[in-house]
């Protein structure tokens, strides 16, 4: 061996020498500061006590995730409008029957307004045809108001020409 390899060799054996005698030092040192007591019974160290008193615990948690609803439901109308009011907040727990929203009823009434016009006008235009054909054999005559709301589409019966024209009795026309 080379007399260089010879001197490296000798000087890594005293650092590792070095280093284990300053452990040792160490260990020894915190013996020392122990208590007799506890190195003769071999127990762990002691831990610091305070008193226990009463007050609020606060505990602040920050996490990232989605969060998925209980339950989804899909909820629409059964005719369309404008919302005028709606009844709840987005998470707001609702009931079965509870009213969500209030539409806005000015362009169905003016649809039935439009219906009963119509209906009223189809009942004019048979009373002219009557008139100018002198019909009386109409007995029993049903027609259909062709425009207006569904629930005025309902057949009128006219029984006879001196009688008149009787219409839907349930929504007074």
Do not use: W
Not at 83 to 93: H, L, S
Request: aromatic letters at 2%.
């Amino acid at each position: 061996m080379s007399r260089l390899k010879k001197i490296i060799l000798v000087l890594v054996i005293l650092a590792i020498a070095a280093l284990g005698a300053v452990r040792a030092a160490q260990v020894i040192s915190a013996r020392k500061t122990e208590d007799p007591k506890r190195q003769a019974a071999g127990q762990a160290p002691l831990v610091e006590v305070a008193l226990v008193t009463q007050g609020l615990i606060e505990e602040k948690m920050l996490r990232t995730g989605d969060i998925a609803p209980y339950a989804q439901v899909t909820i629409y109308s059964k005719v369309q409008g404008r919302v005028e009011k709606i009844n709840f907040r987005e998470g707001d727990r609702v009931k079965t029957g509870q009213v969500l929203a209030t539409l806005d009823a000015r362009e169905a009434e003016a649809a039935v307004a439009q219906a009963k016009a119509n209906l009223e006008a189809s009942v004019a235009r048979l009373k002219q045809v009557r008139a100018s054909h002198g019909d009386r054999s109409g007995r029993g005559l049903r027609i259909e108001c062709p425009h207006g709301d569904r629930r005025y589409r309902r057949a009128v019966r006219v029984d006879s020409l001196d009688s008149g024209v009787h219409t839907d009795p349930v929504h007074n026309l």
